[in-house]
């Protein structure tokens, strides 16, 4: 049983491009749940898709949007690429109605 | 004020010591808890979940919940030196649609 797969795990931009990575969700999981995380901080919520819809989002700018496929996996999308935006972003799955969540590896972003 | 603290260590102890790791919470909206476990350079790893007053335990994991002072812990006893790794306390509220509010997280160094 495949568990939440994110590519690429690397990635590396100059400021101002734009950015696409791809989660695929654990399987039987709908819900897929976007995080940025720093170097030494915690996750911090971007926003979260179910059928297909973004349903919950947090305090990101409109520069990062999102969209879920018919299979339930997921983009994340960064325009105008900022060097704060450097940071791993971490995917993850769960099942709706379920508050357990399970993460990926996560894609690691370098902005220059 | 933050929603959740957690003391970023890090935290050294030797092998076989017990570890106590915690977090406090300001709002009492927050009614699910749980435990990650980071690896350096991956994506965090569920260790624990509740959402009960008191202690839940697995294995050499026990994870501590007080509502009444808004406090959580986590004990990890005999540790090992694969016990190395972020520790990053995560809340959720009741509605709140499956967001989850993580701490900074503790960096633990179990030495031989």
């Known amino acids: 049983d495949a568990g939440v797969t994110q590519s690429p795990t690397h990635l590396i931009k100059t400021r101002g491009q734009q950015v696409t990575l791809r989660c695929s969700p654990k399987?039987?999981?709908?819900?897929v749940s976007w995080y940025q995380q720093a170097l030494g901080q915690g996750p911090q919520f971007i926003f979260q898709?179910?059928?297909?819809?973004?349903?919950q989002r947090g305090n990101f700018p409109d520069r990062f949007s999102g969209h879920q496929f018919p299979n339930y996996s997921s983009e994340l999308n960064v325009n105008a690429l900022l060097l704060g935006d450097s940071a791993l972003y971490l995917c993850?799955?769960?099942?709706?109605?379920?508050?357990?969540?399970?993460f990926g590896p996560g894609t690691r972003l370098l902005v220059l | 004020q933050k929603e959740v603290e957690q003391d970023p260590g890090p935290l050294s102890v030797p092998e076989g010591a017990i570890v106590s790791l915690n977090c406090t919470y300001s709002?009492?909206?927050?009614?699910?808890f749980m435990w990650y476990r980071q690896y350096s350079r991956k994506g965090p790893e569920l260790l624990m979940y509740?959402?009960?007053?008191g202690n839940k335990e697995d294995g050499r994991f026990t994870a501590q919940v007080d509502k009444s002072s808004k406090y959580i812990s986590l004990f990890i006893r005999d540790s090992q030196p694969s016990d190395s790794a972020t520790y990053l306390c995560?809340?959720?509220?009741?509605?709140?649609?499956?967001?989850?509010?993580f701490g900074t997280g503790t960096q633990l160094k179990v030495e031989l």
């Open positions: 993850a799955s769960s099942l709706a109605g379920q508050e357990t969540q399970y």
């Open positions: 509740t959402y009960s007053s």
């Open positions: 399987s039987g999981h709908d819900t």
């Open positions: 995560a809340i959720m509220r009741t509605g709140g649609g499956n967001k989850l509010t």
């Open positions: 898709y179910y059928e297909e819809e973004e349903r």
């Open positions: 709002n009492s909206a927050f009614q699910y």
